[in-house]
T-cell receptor
Framework: AQTVTQSQPEMSVQEAETVTLSCTYDTSESDYYLFWYKQPPSRQMILVIRQEAYKQQNATENRFSVNFQKAAKSFSLKISDSQLGDAAMYFC??????????????FGTGTRLKVLA | GAVVSQHPSRVICKSGTSVKIECRSLDFQATTMFWYRQFPKKSLMLMATSNEGSKATYEQGVEKDKFLINHASLTLSTLTVTSAHPEDSSFYICSTGGPRNQPQHFGDGTRLSIL
């Protein structure tokens, strides 16, 4: 069975600095998708970035980028120029196929990011 | 704009009451929706997969008779917590299904408090 591990329950970063959140996963599949979601105190789930496993190039969305290491099964999120609004819970998610054809997410346990002014 | 509308956002009710939560896809037809439960400071736990026109698929350990799911149309899925008790208090979130190369779109969640 696939698993997603986020080993950092909490991280802190100074405003304008860079922080990296780690995520590792375990799977026997070769084709899958990985996502990072942000959940602020409002508890909305907001998509931050996604990565297709077949793509070698790391995804980038403005200040957010990933370091995708397929062989190591690692998918870390880098936030550059951190802003106060980045403070939230961050979840790493793996999307797999099931026998029924529906593609469920498997979520990590989350990392709470604090941004210090 | 919002892709998924979830209602109500907050419910407070007495023990023994049944509570219905609605999840609507606004701009597209959703043949599959997912229902999650989230405890404070915890991750999202998938409860069930809602399939339009057929029975929901429940995850292991989730009581089917307790959490009734109906997906009668391509734009609406409902979760009914039957005879709710304080231990059912939680945050419930729905999301759309779809091709695996597309991210899920989440509703804003429902905070359920059973007194």
């Amino acid at each position: 069975a696939q698993t997603v591990t986020q080993s950092q329950p909490e991280m802190s970063v100074q405003e304008a600095e860079t922080v990296t959140l780690s995520c590792t996963y375990d799977t026997s599949e070769s084709d899958y998708y990985l996502f990072w979601y942000k959940q602020p105190p409002s508890r909305q789930m907001i998509l931050v970035i996604r990565q297709e496993a077949y793509k070698q190039q790391n995804a980038t969305e403005n200040r957010f980028s990933v370091n995708f290491q397929k062989a190591a099964k690692s998918f870390s999120l880098k936030i550059s120029d951190s802003q106060l609004g980045d403070a939230a819970m961050y979840f790493c998610a793996y999307r797999r196929g099931t026998t029924s054809g529906t593609y469920k997410y498997i979520f990590g346990t989350g990392t709470r990011l604090k941004v210090l002014a | 704009g919002a892709v998924v509308s979830q209602h109500p956002s907050r419910v407070i009710c007495k023990s023994g009451t049944s509570v219905k939560i609605e999840c609507r896809s606004l701009d597209f037809q959703a043949t599959t929706m997912f229902w999650y439960r989230q405890f404070p400071k915890k991750s999202l736990m998938l409860m069930a997969t809602s399939n339009e026109g057929s029975k929901a698929t429940y995850e292991q350990g989730v009581e089917k008779d307790k959490f009734l799911i109906n997906h009668a149309s391509l734009t609406l899925s409902t979760l009914t917590v039957t005879s709710a008790h304080p231990e059912d208090s939680s945050f419930y979130i729905c999301s759309t299904g779809g091709p695996r190369n597309q991210p899920q779109h989440f509703g804003d969640g429902t905070r359920l408090s059973i007194l």
